[in-house]
Protein backbone atom coordinates (compact mmCIF):
# COMPACT_ATOMS: atom_id res chain seq x y z
CA UNK A 1 0.00 0.00 0.00
CA UNK A 2 1.56 3.51 -1.25
CA UNK A 3 2.34 5.92 1.74
CA UNK A 4 0.70 9.12 2.06
CA UNK A 5 3.89 10.80 0.70
CA UNK A 6 3.87 8.53 -2.38
CA UNK A 7 0.18 8.89 -2.94
CA UNK A 8 1.09 12.50 -3.22
CA UNK A 9 3.69 12.53 -5.68
CA UNK A 10 1.38 9.63 -8.04
CA UNK A 11 -1.38 12.05 -7.78
CA UNK A 12 0.53 15.27 -8.60
CA UNK A 13 2.61 13.28 -12.16
CA UNK A 14 -1.09 12.06 -13.11
CA UNK A 15 -2.32 15.84 -12.95
CA UNK A 16 1.11 16.58 -14.85
CA UNK A 17 0.39 14.48 -17.40
CA UNK A 18 -3.37 15.46 -18.33
CA UNK A 19 -2.68 19.07 -18.20
CA UNK A 20 0.42 17.90 -21.14
CA UNK A 21 -2.25 16.58 -22.69
CA UNK A 22 -4.99 19.08 -22.48
CA UNK A 23 -2.52 22.05 -23.67
CA UNK A 24 -1.16 19.51 -26.83
CA UNK A 25 -5.03 18.84 -28.08
CA UNK A 26 -5.61 22.52 -27.78
CA UNK A 27 -2.23 23.26 -30.06
CA UNK A 28 -3.56 20.96 -32.02
CA UNK A 29 -6.83 21.48 -32.65
CA UNK A 30 -5.40 25.71 -32.85
CA UNK A 31 -2.87 24.32 -35.49
CA UNK A 32 -5.71 22.34 -37.87
CA UNK A 33 -7.75 25.69 -37.67
CA UNK A 34 -5.16 27.95 -39.27
CA UNK A 35 -4.25 25.42 -41.52
CA UNK A 36 -7.99 25.49 -42.45
CA UNK A 37 -8.14 28.12 -45.70
CA UNK A 38 -11.65 30.48 -46.49
CA UNK A 39 -13.53 28.88 -49.28
CA UNK A 40 -12.91 31.67 -52.17
CA UNK A 41 -15.62 34.40 -52.27
CA UNK A 42 -18.17 33.73 -55.21
CA UNK A 43 -18.70 36.83 -57.48
CA UNK A 44 -15.75 39.15 -56.03
CA UNK A 45 -15.99 42.73 -57.06
CA UNK A 46 -14.05 44.12 -60.21
CA UNK A 47 -10.92 45.43 -60.69
CA UNK A 48 -10.98 49.46 -59.46
CA UNK A 49 -11.56 51.81 -62.53
CA UNK A 50 -9.11 54.87 -63.06
CA UNK A 51 -10.85 57.96 -65.41
CA UNK A 52 -8.45 60.93 -66.28
CA UNK A 53 -10.71 63.37 -67.52
CA UNK A 54 -9.83 67.25 -68.87
CA UNK A 55 -11.69 70.07 -67.77
CA UNK A 56 -12.09 72.44 -71.05
CA UNK A 57 -13.12 75.82 -71.23
CA UNK A 58 -16.05 76.93 -69.28
CA UNK A 59 -19.38 76.86 -71.08
CA UNK A 60 -21.49 79.24 -68.82
CA UNK A 61 -21.42 80.76 -65.24
CA UNK A 62 -23.68 82.25 -62.62
CA UNK A 63 -22.56 83.83 -59.71
CA UNK A 64 -25.68 84.97 -56.68
CA UNK A 65 -24.82 87.14 -54.68
CA UNK A 66 -25.89 85.87 -51.63
CA UNK A 67 -25.24 89.18 -49.15
CA UNK A 68 -26.27 91.67 -51.93
CA UNK A 69 -22.89 93.37 -51.01
CA UNK A 70 -21.73 93.94 -54.68
CA UNK A 71 -18.72 92.29 -53.51
CA UNK A 72 -17.32 88.83 -53.48
CA UNK A 73 -17.62 87.35 -49.89
CA UNK A 74 -18.49 84.79 -47.67
CA UNK A 75 -22.05 83.26 -48.40
CA UNK A 76 -21.85 84.20 -51.91
CA UNK A 77 -22.55 81.17 -54.52
CA UNK A 78 -21.57 80.27 -57.83
CA UNK A 79 -22.24 77.77 -60.09
CA UNK A 80 -20.75 77.03 -63.75
CA UNK A 81 -20.95 74.35 -66.45
CA UNK A 82 -17.25 72.78 -67.74
CA UNK A 83 -16.66 70.29 -70.40
CA UNK A 84 -14.59 67.04 -70.04
CA UNK A 85 -12.61 65.83 -72.27
CA UNK A 86 -11.07 62.20 -71.79
CA UNK A 87 -7.54 62.23 -71.66
CA UNK A 88 -5.40 59.39 -73.47
CA UNK A 89 -2.62 56.85 -72.79
CA UNK A 90 -0.42 59.67 -74.26
CA UNK A 91 -1.64 62.51 -71.94
CA UNK A 92 -3.26 63.79 -75.02
CA UNK A 93 -7.04 65.35 -74.87
CA UNK A 94 -9.51 67.19 -77.63
CA UNK A 95 -11.55 69.55 -75.76
CA UNK A 96 -13.18 69.94 -79.00
CA UNK A 97 -14.85 66.91 -78.71
CA UNK A 98 -16.12 66.17 -75.22
CA UNK A 99 -17.41 63.73 -73.61
CA UNK A 100 -19.16 65.21 -70.62
CA UNK A 101 -19.90 67.61 -68.56
CA UNK A 102 -19.07 69.22 -65.06
CA UNK A 103 -21.96 71.05 -63.68
CA UNK A 104 -20.35 72.46 -60.69
CA UNK A 105 -22.07 74.89 -57.60
CA UNK A 106 -20.07 76.33 -55.03
CA UNK A 107 -20.36 78.23 -51.58
CA UNK A 108 -18.11 80.53 -50.69
CA UNK A 109 -16.91 79.68 -46.21
CA UNK A 110 -13.65 81.86 -45.71
CA UNK A 111 -11.34 84.30 -47.31
CA UNK A 112 -8.24 83.24 -47.18
CA UNK A 113 -5.05 85.25 -47.35
CA UNK A 114 -4.20 86.97 -51.20
CA UNK A 115 -1.40 85.99 -52.94
CA UNK A 116 0.46 88.30 -55.34
CA UNK A 117 -2.58 90.30 -55.35
CA UNK A 118 -5.38 87.88 -56.33
CA UNK A 119 -8.38 86.97 -54.10
CA UNK A 120 -8.41 83.43 -52.51
CA UNK A 121 -11.64 81.58 -50.60
CA UNK A 122 -12.12 78.38 -49.48
CA UNK A 123 -15.84 76.74 -50.76
CA UNK A 124 -18.08 73.73 -50.31
CA UNK A 125 -17.96 72.14 -53.48
CA UNK A 126 -20.66 70.09 -54.90
CA UNK A 127 -20.83 69.03 -58.60
CA UNK A 128 -22.07 66.18 -60.87
CA UNK A 129 -20.08 64.55 -63.48
CA UNK A 130 -22.28 63.21 -66.37
CA UNK A 131 -20.66 60.63 -68.66
CA UNK A 132 -21.98 58.55 -71.59
CA UNK A 133 -21.53 55.94 -68.66
CA UNK A 134 -23.14 57.06 -66.27
CA UNK A 135 -22.93 60.05 -63.60
CA UNK A 136 -20.36 60.53 -60.98
CA UNK A 137 -21.47 62.81 -57.74
CA UNK A 138 -18.34 64.93 -56.14
CA UNK A 139 -18.28 66.64 -53.18
CA UNK A 140 -15.27 68.47 -52.07
CA UNK A 141 -13.75 71.60 -50.03
CA UNK A 142 -12.95 73.57 -52.84
CA UNK A 143 -11.04 76.79 -53.74
CA UNK A 144 -11.47 80.08 -55.87
CA UNK A 145 -9.09 82.59 -56.83
CA UNK A 146 -9.69 85.92 -58.31
CA UNK A 147 -7.01 88.59 -59.80
CA UNK A 148 -8.40 91.63 -58.48
CA UNK A 149 -9.70 92.65 -61.89
CA UNK A 150 -11.83 89.71 -62.21
CA UNK A 151 -12.74 89.95 -58.82
CA UNK A 152 -13.70 94.25 -59.64
CA UNK A 153 -16.09 92.83 -62.54
CA UNK A 154 -18.03 90.03 -60.86
CA UNK A 155 -21.38 90.98 -60.66
CA UNK A 156 -24.87 89.20 -59.68
CA UNK A 157 -25.98 87.09 -62.61
CA UNK A 158 -24.11 85.69 -65.91
CA UNK A 159 -20.66 85.52 -65.59
CA UNK A 160 -17.87 84.37 -67.84
CA UNK A 161 -15.42 82.54 -65.04
CA UNK A 162 -11.87 81.08 -65.92
CA UNK A 163 -10.60 77.40 -66.07
CA UNK A 164 -7.28 79.06 -63.81
CA UNK A 165 -10.17 81.10 -61.41
CA UNK A 166 -12.32 77.70 -60.62
CA UNK A 167 -9.38 75.53 -60.05
CA UNK A 168 -6.51 77.30 -58.88
CA UNK A 169 -5.06 74.58 -56.55
CA UNK A 170 -5.20 70.99 -56.56
CA UNK A 171 -7.81 69.39 -53.65
CA UNK A 172 -9.36 65.65 -53.29
CA UNK A 173 -13.00 65.07 -53.10
CA UNK A 174 -14.95 62.33 -52.55
CA UNK A 175 -16.59 60.75 -55.53
CA UNK A 176 -20.42 58.71 -56.00
CA UNK A 177 -21.99 56.65 -58.93
CA UNK A 178 -25.24 57.65 -59.83
CA UNK A 179 -26.62 54.91 -62.85
CA UNK A 180 -25.37 53.55 -65.39
CA UNK A 181 -21.93 51.68 -65.06
CA UNK A 182 -20.77 53.70 -61.81
CA UNK A 183 -24.16 52.49 -60.09
CA UNK A 184 -22.89 50.72 -56.65
CA UNK A 185 -19.50 52.73 -56.94
CA UNK A 186 -17.27 55.10 -54.89
CA UNK A 187 -14.57 56.75 -54.84
CA UNK A 188 -11.96 59.53 -54.76
CA UNK A 189 -10.94 62.32 -57.29
CA UNK A 190 -8.13 64.52 -57.42
CA UNK A 191 -7.67 67.59 -59.08
CA UNK A 192 -4.86 69.11 -60.61
CA UNK A 193 -4.25 72.46 -61.57
CA UNK A 194 -3.21 73.32 -64.89
CA UNK A 195 -3.91 74.03 -68.82
CA UNK A 196 -6.21 72.23 -68.94
CA UNK A 197 -6.83 71.40 -65.27
CA UNK A 198 -7.23 67.44 -64.68
CA UNK A 199 -9.86 65.42 -63.03
CA UNK A 200 -8.51 62.23 -61.84
CA UNK A 201 -11.50 59.29 -60.29
CA UNK A 202 -10.78 56.11 -58.90
CA UNK A 203 -13.39 54.20 -58.36
CA UNK A 204 -14.38 51.21 -56.54
CA UNK A 205 -17.47 48.55 -55.38
CA UNK A 206 -19.12 49.99 -52.28
CA UNK A 207 -18.47 47.47 -49.33
CA UNK A 208 -21.82 46.35 -47.57
CA UNK A 209 -22.16 44.86 -44.32
CA UNK A 210 -24.37 41.76 -43.61
CA UNK A 211 -25.79 41.65 -40.73
Same mark, same amino acid.
Given at each position: ???? +? /?????? #?? %??????????? &?????? /???? &???????????????? %?? &????????????????????????????? *????? *? !?? #??????????????? =? !?????????????????????????????? &?????????????? #??????? =? #????? %??? %??? !???? /?????? =???????? =?????????????????? +???????
Amino acid at each position: MLSL +P /ALARAT #ES %LLRLSFAGSVA &LLLTAT /AGCG &LVQSPKKQGQPPTTRL %LR &LALCAPKSGVFLDHNADVMVSVGDRLSYV *VPVAE *V !EA #EDTHNCAQPIGTLYG =G !EEIVERRTSKDGAHSYLTDMQGTVMLPEGN &LRLMAMGALQFTPQ #ERSSIVR =G #EQAFS %LRA %LFP !EPHA /ASVQGQ =GGDFAGLI =GTAKLEPGRPPLLLISLF +PQVTLNR
